[in-house]
């Protein structure tokens, strides 16, 4: 157990409102992530945080905008949800030991109408 | 280009045997690392095994052990005496090497297998 919550873990939304998910961790890890999920694709990179303050785009970070004020704290923003946004998202922090291995959060189903 | 390909969707297995998930990999680097995740029904991702690309011995972590072989650019994930609790999606995943001006090693995960262990 890497010590991850995401908050909420559901949510319902409609087209054009914004959107903020939470991840939270309690061990210091100084690099965390977000992805997403959808069916045959695994999972895709949206924005990747080494620090606080400091972010990143991945691979799919288009419609998505990222904040980090403090260590413990990853939050990912829709600006303007669409429903192509409708998935799942997964929060990782990347682990200290052998192999750096990443670590997920719990996962937040999003639907938007 | 896909950098992991897992070729199989689908897969059964009869309990107590054992299966093997097939996953290959692209990558020019040399220095990189191999990853297996379990996905069940409820969501979770769950680290199973790490294998590095310098390590000369197979992974292994109680029931799964991961075949590599890096000329083939494969890393294939055994489990052995399959229980119920394996039905579940699997995920092969690698990281890459930072590259020069960033701070980012790069994980690529493929599209994942379905498992299903029969009773």
């Known amino acids: 157990d890497a010590g991850i919550t995401q908050s909420p873990r559901h949510k319902v939304t409609e087209t054009g409102t914004p959107v903020t998910l939470r991840c939270h961790q309690t061990e210091n890890h100084r690099y965390m992530y977000w992805y997403r999920q959808d069916p045959g694709h695994g999972l895709r990179l949206i924005h990747y945080?080494?620090?606080?303050?400091?972010?990143d785009k991945g691979e799919v970070s288009d419609g998505y905008s990222v904040s980090r004020s403090k260590t413990e704290d990853f939050l990912l923003t829709l600006e303007s949800a669409t429903s192509s946004q409708t998935s799942v998202y997964f929060c990782a922090i990347r682990g200290t030991g052998f192999g750096n291995t990443q670590y997920f959060g719990p996962g937040t189903r999003l639907t938007v109408l | 280009a896909q950098k992991i390909t897992q070729t199989q969707p689908g897969m059964f297995v009869q309990e107590k045997e054992a299966v093997t998930l097939d996953c290959t990999y692209d990558t020019s680097d040399q220095s990189y690392g191999l990853f297996w995740y379990k996905q069940p029904s409820s969501g979770e991702m769950i680290f199973l095994i790490y294998?590095?690309?310098?390590?000369?011995q197979n992974a292994t972590e109680g029931r799964y052990s991961l075949n590599f072989q890096k000329a083939r650019k494969s890393a294939n994930l055994v489990i052995s005496a399959s229980q119920l609790g394996d039905s579940a999606m699997y995920f092969c995943?690698?990281?890459?090497?930072?590259?020069?001006?960033?701070?980012?090693?790069?994980?690529?995960f493929g599209p994942g297998t379905s498992l299903s262990v029969i009773p």
């Open positions: 945080s080494y620090g606080v303050k400091d972010t």
């Open positions: 294998q590095g690309s310098y390590d000369e």
């Open positions: 995943a690698m990281r890459e090497a930072p590259k020069e001006k960033t701070s980012y090693d790069k994980v690529i």
